[in-house]
């Protein structure tokens, strides 16, 4: 059954008192487990930062939120759970964007843009197909740094303190112990939506029945002869697959999964998998994720077998490392003023209050293994949802502002989109499409002390071209 919990029904399945704070540590899970009792914790902490805009995570649509918002003269901290930027794409060795452009207009214009020219310019490997990581992860702290955004890593969301739709403050957890933030307008760019959640907001979680798109821990391999790989590679979809069913005859694999994204070239022997599901991975349950890792670890072992054993060119492929973040695609859409629909997708949409384009194929893989749930991934990924060249749907500022809150807006993969529309808009240049918008309205939200739903649309949709946004409705 679809989930469609708000935080008050959440405490009240809890068993938990209602109060006027939120805490990510209770929250974290929409299913609860059985507990060994209860305990008071509290304290005071230090406000370390006050500022006009705060950003909860650092991935693609942090990192252009935060940009954008300081561009137009807000005050900005931005808090980064792990060790860089870029979430999914650097942590997580996501090793492609997937399309900027609709094959003639260049979509994530302004920020997505300078970050795709600079990365271009940084990465020694750009003759390459793969993502440059470390050179992305260079990119991100210099346009960061150089834009005058506070930020952190290290620094974790734990609680919201949340009252009548309006966040007063957040709390954060980080090596120098507990801090509190204080802001104006806060930015949800976590993946998870756990900072609108925490301070009330509704969501919708996986299909009509709660099953989530599976994640996959990422990798990266050496000792490839990509040329032969090259020479020999068969034709189609799907070529690092095209052995699987001898594989499976031959007892290789312990889940038989026929969808094989497959391995993308990161360097001269190098190349970076996006190869493996870890599925039933619930990605706002620690316990569910521990699991998927250590699925995900021991899986590597049998692609390893794979690709050494049937593919040409991969006879020598050795396994350097898997990513520090497990690749997740779905978690919670926050429920906004409005959800984009497959409806909206179908009919190219566009909207008054647009404030961005996209064009990527709806792509939900699979929730379970098999060759029939496959062919239907095949087919609407390849036929029945993908656009024409120069095709696009527009993308209202109403899927950032969650209902029933006055300064925080939602960005990246927890905008308010049923399941179809959040299986295109959830890749990187649409992460930064939404990040971009949300850091502009939030600026302009706290500049001028209004709610989030009141932005003026109009001035919002001016400043975002003179950032170098695409609205050519607007």
């Given at each position: 059954m679809k989930q469609h919990l708000n935080r008050r029904t959440w405490l009240k399945l809890s068993g938990l008192a209602t109060g006027a704070w939120s805490t990510g540590a209770l929250a974290a899970s929409e299913a609860p487990r059985a507990t060994e009792g209860s305990v008071a914790f509290q304290r005071s902490i230090p406000v370390k930062h006050t500022v006009d805009v705060f950003v909860a995570g650092g991935g693609p649509a942090g990192v252009a939120a935060a940009v954008a918002a300081r561009s137009y003269g807000a005050e900005v901290f931005l808090a980064e759970a792990h060790t860089c930027l870029g979430g999914m794409g650097t942590a997580g060795r996501v090793p492609v964007f997937m399309p900027f452009t609709d094959g003639i207009h260049f979509l994530a214009g302004g920020i997505g843009e300078r970050i795709f020219a600079r990365l271009k310019a940084e990465s020694p490997h750009k003759r390459y197909g793969g993502t440059d990581i470390e050179a992305l992860k260079r990119v991100y702290d210099a346009l960061l740094t150089e834009s005058g955004v506070q930020f952190s890593f290290y620094t974790q969301l734990i609680a919201v303190e949340a009252a009548g739709g309006r966040v007063a403050h957040v709390i954060c957890a980080a090596p120098g112990g507990l801090f509190a933030v204080r802001a104006k307008v806060f930015i949800d760019a976590t993946g998870n939506g756990d900072l609108a959640t925490w301070a009330g907001a509704s969501f919708e979680k996986g299909d009509a029945q709660g099953h989530l798109m599976p994640g996959t821990l990422c990798s990266v391999w050496s000792e490839i002869d990509w040329d032969l790989w090259y020479a020999n590679r068969p034709k189609g979809p799907q070529p690092d697959g095209s052995m699987l069913e001898k594989a499976f005859a031959d007892g290789v694999f312990t889940v038989q999964d026929e969808h094989l994204t497959g391995m993308y070239r990161s360097g001269e022997h190098l190349g970076?998998?996006?190869?493996?599901?870890?599925?039933?991975?619930?990605?706002?349950?620690?316990?569910?994720?521990?699991k998927a890792l250590v699925g995900g670890r021991k899986g590597l072992k049998e692609y390893e077998r794979y690709y050494r054993g049937y593919l040409k060119g991969f006879e020598k492929a050795?396994?350097?490392?898997?990513?520090?973040?497990?690749?997740?695609?779905?978690?919670?859409?926050?429920?906004?003023?409005?959800?984009?629909?497959?409806?909206?997708?179908?009919?190219?949409?566009?909207?008054?209050?647009?404030?961005?384009?996209?064009?990527?194929?709806?792509?939900?893989?699979?929730?379970?293994?098999?060759?029939?749930?496959?062919?239907?991934?095949?087919?609407?990924?390849?036929?029945?949802?993908?656009y024409k060249k120069g095709e696009s749907y527009g993308i209202p500022y109403r899927i950032l502002t969650p209902r029933g809150l006055e300064n925080v807006l939602v960005a990246g993969r927890c905008v308010s989109a049923d399941q179809h529309?959040?299986?295109?808009?959830?890749?990187?240049?649409?992460?930064?499409?939404?990040?971009?918008?949300?850091g502009v309205a939030a600026a302009l939200a706290a500049e001028k002390q209004i709610s989030t739903h009141r932005v003026d649309v109009a001035e919002l949709q001016r400043k975002l071209k003179l950032l170098g946004g695409y609205l050519p409705n607007a």
């Open positions: 970076s998998g996006n190869i493996g599901h870890t599925f039933d991975v619930d990605g706002n349950d620690e316990v569910s994720l521990t050795q396994l350097v490392g898997s990513g520090s973040l497990l690749g997740i695609r779905e978690t919670r859409r926050i429920i906004g003023d409005y959800v984009l629909t497959l409806a909206d997708y179908k009919r190219r949409a566009s909207f008054p209050d647009e404030i961005g384009r996209y064009a990527y194929s709806i792509d939900i893989h699979p929730t379970r293994p098999g060759k029939d749930t496959y062919a239907q991934h095949r087919k609407e990924f390849d036929e029945e949802f993908r529309v959040h299986g295109s808009i959830r890749v990187m240049p649409g992460c930064y499409i939404t990040g971009q918008a949300a």
